[in-house]
């Protein structure tokens, strides 16, 4: 979920979530997982905010089909 940078702080990141969350409700999901990107402070306050907490860490490596069009996720060990 992306809310446009001209367009933050208006309540609409909360409003997609409580939609979400209630989908899930209604299709009888148990849990909400959320993925993001470390370092994006205000993104995990938002979440924060909404209830959300840490429950660990997700690693990720691009393989070679990925490197081109996610070039974070490629290894830069030596």
């Known amino acids: 979920m992306v809310v ?6 208006q309540g609409i990141g909360g ?13 009888e999901c ?4 959320i993925a993001m990107v470390l370092g994006r402070e205000r993104t995990h306050q938002f ?3 909404n209830g959300y907490f840490d ?7 691009a393989l ?7 070039p974070e996720y490629v290894s830069q060990q030596v």
């Open 30 to 33: 148990a849990v909400v997982r």
């Open 4 to 9: 446009d940078n001209a367009v933050r702080s």
């Open 64 to 70: 070679s089909r990925g490197a081109a069009e996610f």
């Open 47 to 49: 979440y924060a905010r």
């Open 15 to 27: 409003k997609m979530m409580a939609w979400i969350e209630a989908e899930a409700e209604r299709i």
């Open 55 to 61: 429950d660990g860490l997700l690693m990720v490596k």
